[in-house]
């Protein structure tokens, strides 16, 4: 899409926050990333990243990460008080600062309607010198709540009108407008005035993705292999090792049923994929619909399918989201069986 | 409760999978604790238990666990079908079980209005000597849906009914009954019939303990520090470092609003909690209402907390479910300062 649109390509690395994965994008000529927190931008400098943005608003515990990445490293921050220069008045490394923008999300930002707010943002950086005014980044992340296609369409068409505007307001500055949430980079086709998209989630899809038209069921990329723990004949129900501890608690709504995972095809009682072979959709499709902490509960399973499964059997299962469910299980093992590290937890 | 009940107390260490903490049980007495995996059994095998419960029903991958811990270790399972004892067969080490029970909540167990399915899996538990039959376990966890005080009071009549016909009916294998989630053990007076209790969220509590009457307010006692990141003065809104990667995505109605947690008094701007004081409920609670993967969102805020609050300070907030904010941070540090470790992820 990136190429496509002729527009750069910043993928942020939340999703995966693996060393591994991101390797894989080298090979694709990628060496701008996105991280949302400065420990991860360490983890990725280690990793042989050297353009780094940190795409959370910039924090006074920040200060110690930064300074410890090494000198040669482009490092880039997101702002969006005046309040942070108090803070960012003592940094003695050389930043590049993107101004948050707010096309009503509502999450943070400078109100994209506030532009006198901007100019107050940019006055305050010009008291240290080591501090370089970028651009503009914007996450309109509204579009994963939206009310369908029109819905996302529209937020899209107006984030790029107000950054459009923004970019002209400051036109003596030559901003750079970065953009671009996995819905909308997936879906849309007008980039008009964006400079550089910075998606993350596309890296595996998950099930919301796809219920939003992201991509195709068959495009989701990351599934948790869960144990059958038992089988209770008596209502086709199933339980599995697969709880709020791996799955995170995030819901979807699907044909009038909360889901918090779905089945795919292929895989039950064949243990780890090593075959190198993948899944594919269920044609009668198993949804995990209760969770606590380690249990998950799968109802009304189709007969064929209840009758093939058996206990200690593995279910490969999609998750609602991808980003919260690799956090929370910290590695990967590919279709082939090897292990893929992740960023390692805090302390 | 226990003792005034004159119950045994097995108490579920799920929720702090720490070994320090679990060190502060032993100073009560407590020689036998509750687990959910073989994982967390072998982890506090090591911190010195060898009484433990392993509260999941048992599936095939545990086996290779269960060998490692120690012969002279008593190791109790959980069982919910007959499948199951094809591996439970290969067992060449004295393990108790109990038949979990479900007495209503429909996640796992031998539905209490079943009692033929009690006696097919007894009966094939004899074709292991090393199995022993020790009686009834059950989590009544619809308590924590159900419909005010009465509601839940209801069904921890009916578990302790369903629960008595059962120890009735195989009295001649003198079954104890094993019982309790949270909520019905910080509640409730009559507990016939049971011979152990075994709650495991009562070591913190948290919003939704409170919201069901299992606690006050100043009794929950973990709270997660998120250093605030941003203030928007016109709306009175806050972004804080904290979001779905650290309360989980458990969400809790409160007066009418979604909350992922809730502020505490005397806290905002004194940076970690290092005075031992603690902390106690604001008079004018400021709610979490909004998370993404790392952002969280506090929307207006009463006007002398807002403009009491600086970038940088730490807000301490109270989580929905303390297990899960507990299993996605790794760690603790006491009000006094003190670090606390956790049961390392796998892999």
Same mark, same amino acid.
């Given at each position: 899409?990136?190429?496509?649109? @002729?527009?750069?390509?910043?993928?942020?690395?939340?999703?995966? &926050?693996? #060393?591994?994965?991101? %390797?894989?994008?080298?090979?694709?000529?990628?060496?701008?990333?996105?991280?949302?927190?400065?420990?991860?931008? +360490?983890?990725?400098?280690?990793? @042989?990243?050297?353009?780094?943005?940190?795409?959370?608003?910039?924090?006074?515990?920040?200060?110690?990460?930064?300074?410890?990445?090494?000198? !040669?490293?482009?490092?880039s921050? /997101?702002?969006?008080? *005046?309040?942070?220069?108090?803070?960012? %008045?003592?940094?003695?490394?050389?930043?590049?600062?993107?101004? $948050?923008?707010?096309?009503?999300?509502?999450?943070?930002?400078?109100?994209?309607?506030?532009?006198?707010?901007?100019?107050?943002?940019?006055?305050?950086?010009?008291?240290?010198?080591?501090?370089?005014?970028? @651009?503009?980044?914007?996450?309109?992340?509204?579009?994963?709540?939206?009310? =369908?296609?029109?819905?996302?369409?529209?937020?899209?068409?107006?984030? /790029?009108?107000?950054? #459009?505007?923004?970019? %002209?307001?400051?036109?003596?500055?030559?901003?750079?407008?970065?953009?671009?949430?996995?819905?909308?980079?997936?879906? %849309? *086709?007008?980039?008009?005035?964006? !400079?550089?998209?910075?998606?993350?989630?596309?890296?595996?899809? $998950?099930?919301f993705?796809?219920?939003?038209?992201s991509?195709?069921?068959d495009?989701? #990329?990351?599934?948790? #292999?869960?144990?059958v723990?038992?089988r209770?004949?008596?209502?086709?129900?199933?339980?599995?090792?697969?709880?709020?501890?791996?799955?995170?608690?995030? *819901?979807?709504?699907? +044909?009038? &049923?909360?889901?918090? =995972?779905? =089945?795919?095809?292929?895989?039950?009682?064949?243990?780890?994929?090593?075959?190198?072979?993948?899944?594919?959709?269920?044609?009668?499709?198993?949804?995990?619909?209760?969770?606590?902490?380690?249990?998950?509960?799968?109802r !009304?399973?189709?007969?064929?399918?209840? !009758?093939?499964v058996?206990?200690?059997?593995?279910?490969?299962?999609?998750?609602?989201?991808?980003?919260?469910?690799?956090? /929370?299980?910290?590695g990967?093992?590919?279709? +082939?069986?090897? &292990?893929?590290?992740?960023?390692?937890?805090? @302390?």
């Amino acid at each position: 899409m990136a190429k496509k649109h @002729g527009l750069g390509f910043r993928p942020h690395f939340k999703t995966h &926050q693996s #060393a591994s994965i991101g %390797q894989w994008y080298k090979d694709f000529g990628v060496s701008g990333i996105t991280v949302s927190s400065f420990r991860m931008a +360490e983890y990725f400098a280690v990793a @042989g990243w050297k353009d780094l943005l940190v795409a959370f608003p910039f924090s006074p515990p920040d200060l110690e990460y930064m300074v410890r990445l090494p000198a !040669d490293h482009t490092v880039s921050i /997101l702002v969006d008080s *005046e309040e942070i220069f108090e803070v960012l %008045q003592k940094i003695r490394r050389r930043v590049s600062f993107y101004i $948050d923008v707010d096309t009503g999300y509502g999450r943070t930002g400078v109100r994209s309607d506030d532009p006198e707010q901007a100019e107050r943002i940019i006055r305050c950086s010009r008291k240290n010198r080591n501090l370089d005014f970028a @651009g503009f980044y914007c996450h309109a992340g509204h579009s994963y709540k939206a009310a =369908g296609a029109d819905g996302r369409r529209e937020i899209h068409r107006k984030a /790029l009108s107000d950054l #459009a505007i923004l970019k %002209q307001q400051f036109s003596d500055l030559h901003p750079r407008v970065l953009y671009g949430d996995t819905p909308n980079c997936s879906t %849309q *086709e007008n980039f008009e005035g964006v !400079d550089t998209i910075t998606p993350g989630n596309f890296v595996f899809y $998950d099930l919301f993705q796809w219920s939003v038209g992201s991509c195709r069921e068959d495009e989701i #990329a990351v599934a948790m #292999a869960c144990p059958v723990v038992s089988r209770y004949p008596g209502e086709r129900k199933l339980l599995i090792h697969g709880g709020a501890v791996h799955f995170s608690k995030e *819901e979807l709504r699907l +044909e009038g &049923q909360v889901v918090f =995972g779905r =089945g795919v095809e292929g895989c039950a009682g064949t243990g780890l994929l090593f075959s190198g072979a993948g899944w594919s959709p269920m044609k009668e499709p198993v949804s995990l619909t209760e969770i606590s902490q380690e249990h998950g509960i799968i109802r !009304d399973c189709p007969p064929g399918f209840f !009758d093939r499964v058996r206990i200690g059997d593995l279910l490969y299962l999609l998750p609602v989201h991808s980003c919260l469910t690799a956090n /929370l299980m910290g590695g990967y093992v590919t279709t +082939e069986g090897q &292990q893929i590290g992740m960023m390692p937890r805090p @302390g």
